[in-house]
């Protein structure tokens, strides 16, 4: 996959993933401490728009800022970030999606199958609730036989709560080609904030195979 933040190797004839070492993966630039900065304690959603709950011009104006109203906020401070479902678009075959959790039957088989060389994109479905998420990022970690051969990480962004869901599609990726880059794949997709919560985490294999 060529998407996201990764660590590269030397060029070669053929394209592959890339071998990463599996206890080399923690950022560090989310512990960092920058000047003497201490943050605002986490304040609910529902309290600030209470605030002016007399004014009802700003009370409007902070529920159309926010993406929701008062009625779908309950005072907890932490985001509910649930993710319905996840789909895959190719030129390929066009648009696949799965909904969420993965079904006990959709274990141990490949989630999708994808020509080598081809371009793709994950596009995921999810909702916000109770507060603001802020900074969310992915992390896909690929295995193959028993080795992680490719990790990338992405920036998806900071969302309010809102009743839509929101759907957001990851930057586009290629599969590799030749004879080694084909057969069945594991991976692991997970999302955390700022604060380092996981919002979920996925366990799901795909395929690999030759170009006609």
Known sequence: MDGGKR??????????????????????????????????????????????????????????????????LNGQMDPEVTFHSIGILSN?????????????????????????????????????LHNIVSGLTYTNAVWKGGMQVDRSKGMLGTFAPQREPYVHTLEEETTPSGVLARGIYTAKLKFEDDDRRCHMELNYSFEIKKRC
């Open 7 to 72: 660590e590269e190797a030397g060029q070669s004839s053929e394209k592959s993933f890339v071998v990463v070492d599996d206890d080399d993966q923690e950022d560090v630039e989310r512990n960092e401490i920058i000047g003497d900065f201490v943050p605002a304690p986490p304040v609910p959603l529902k309290d600030q728009l209470e605030k002016d709950k007399d004014d009802e011009s700003l009370k409007r104006w902070k529920e159309q800022l926010l993406g929701c109203v008062e009625s779908d």
């Open 92 to 128: 390929d075959f066009g648009e696949i999606n799965t909904t969420l959790p993965v079904d006990k039957l959709q274990n141990g088989k490949p989630l999708f199958t994808l020509k080598e060389g081809s371009e793709y994109r994950l596009k995921l479905t999810f909702t916000v």
